[in-house]
């Protein structure tokens, strides 16, 4: 895996995308502990799996036209460290999933009972309950 340096003056990047050009790349480089000459712990690919998640959905996210949120704890925050970037959820807030909506049209309720069973299936448990708490908050289930 290698690192990103979008200039020279930068430390790194997880990720980068363009709003315009729609064209984005990732960096999973810094989520694995080998990157840092750490020992591998077990069940190191779960953590390695959901960061690289988060990475690819919020540099999508911004080839959809969302900027970086700065209303509520979002998917679509900013992060300019590993602790910050682990802090994001892995679901958007009401305003970014609005604006998401707008660009590319769904249905919110089909997108949020796919995202649980997709959550259950890899064993994110967390976000598949807060999805699951979406989904009756909508009072649809």
Known sequence: MEDLYPDPSWNFVFGQ??????????SFARYD?????EARAT???TLLLRR???VLVHETGHMFGLAHCTFFNCLMNG?????????????????????????IGFDVLERYRALEKVCRADGSLDEADWFSR?????GNE
């Open 43 to 45: 069940g190191y690919e």
């Open 134 to 138: 979406r989904i009756k908050a909508l």
């Open 52 to 54: 690289s998640c988060k």
């Open 79 to 103: 992060s300019n460290h590993l602790a910050e970037s682990d802090r994001r959820p892995l679901h958007l807030c009401p305003v970014c999933l609005r604006k998401l909506q707008w660009s």
């Open 33 to 37: 502990p080998a990157f840092y000459g």
């Open 17 to 26: 995308a363009s709003l315009r050009e729609r064209v984005g790349v990732y």
